[in-house]
């Protein structure tokens, strides 16, 4: 089932007010996502810096990690926000966390501006690698 425009509003909405618990000492970059799971649910997450930069946590894995914790087995949607002039999409961990739950959900990034991007995972991350090639069908 295709969200729909009022889901889309809600996903965005959410997305922005996750990224005001940001916990960005270093980047001072808050980053805020919503998704749509398989139940119907949407889970928020926002980026967790760390000291140590690797252990750093992205809000678009914050958020379908909490979904999975949940017991959550489907993405349906993304949405990402981001405090920047023009829309900024999930980075590539990101994407591959989105493949293993959502191959073909959407995706939507907004910011502080009118620019937006709406496309499909498979778009931003054509041939990608996931429990097919393991030659594992999804939980």
């Keep these: 089932m295709k969200p729909t425009a009022a889901l889309i509003r809600r996903l965005e909405k959410a997305a922005r007010k996750a990224a ?3 916990y960005s000492p270093y980047s001072e970059f808050r980053v805020g996502a919503a998704i749509l799971a398989g139940s119907g649910k949407v889970y928020t997450g926002t980026n967790v810096e760390n000291a140590s930069y690797g252990l750093c946590n992205c809000a678009e894995r914050t958020a379908i990690f909490t979904a999975a914790a949940a017991g959550e087995r489907q993405v349906r949607a ?4 981001t ?9 590539g961990a990101c994407r591959q966390v989105i493949n293993e739950f959502g191959p073909e959900a959407l995706v939507i990034s907004v910011c502080d ?5 709406q496309t499909t995972l498979d778009r ?4 990608a690698f996931g429990p097919k090639n ?3 069908k999804k939980a």
């Design 83 to 91: 405090p920047t002039k023009t829309a900024t999409t999930p980075c």
């Design 20 to 22: 005001q618990a940001s």
């Design 134 to 136: 393991l030659g594992r």
């Design 113 to 117: 501006s009118a620019d937006r991007i």
């Design 78 to 81: 993304v949405a990402v926000y």
């Design 124 to 127: 931003l991350l054509p041939a």
